[in-house]
């Protein structure tokens, strides 16, 4: 797996780019450090990284379990700790989804695709950072 980072600009605006495909990602410092909102910040990526990883594999649970999903979002929340480096200490997944859902499958499939097959879990919590998810279902 590779990937590269280039600089866009003067300032700290930087673009990500997978081997893998010609997607690239915007990535931009806080403004302490010269920041000008042009892209996601690393942590913030962090944070995306946990969540796309476990919905890749909750959503293919979901589906092997015959689940009529009519959409999916992930709030992540994570707290950070006060000093440099400022390291998560916890982060929490909440996973909304609307459809025809068995409350008791879905809980299963978070569980699985977080804690069992999210690699980005397992580097974080290796690190010390406690993780926890939620699933809240809005039936239609």
Same mark, same amino acid.
């Given at each position: 797996m590779k990937v590269t980072i280039k &600089?866009?600009? /003067?300032?700290?605006?930087? /673009?990500g780019e997978s081997a893998s495909t010609d997607v690239k990602i915007h990535i931009d410092g806080s403004p302490e450090i010269g920041g000008e909102a042009l892209?996601? &910040?690393p942590m913030? $990526?962090?944070l *995306?990284? $946990?969540?796309?990883?476990? !919905? $890749? #594999?909750?959503?293919?649970i979901l589906?092997?379990?015959?689940? /009529?999903?009519?959409d999916v979002k992930i709030d992540i929340d994570g707290k950070r700790k006060d000093t440099i480096p400022a390291v998560f200490t #916890?982060?929490? %997944? %909440?996973?909304?989804l609307k459809g025809k859902i068995d409350a008791e499958k879905a809980n299963k499939a978070a569980e699985l695709a977080v804690k069992k097959y999210c690699s980005v879990h #397992? *580097? $974080? !919590?290796?690190?010390?950072?406690q993780i926890t998810y939620e699933v809240v279902i809005d039936a239609v």
């Open positions: &600089r866009v600009n /003067e300032a700290v605006h930087f /673009e892209g996601a &910040r913030e $990526l962090v *995306m990284a $946990l969540g796309s990883c476990s !919905a $890749l #594999d909750f959503i293919n589906k092997k379990q015959k689940q /009529e999903i009519v #916890d982060v929490h %997944l %909440l996973f909304k #397992d *580097m $974080l !919590a290796a690190g010390g950072v």
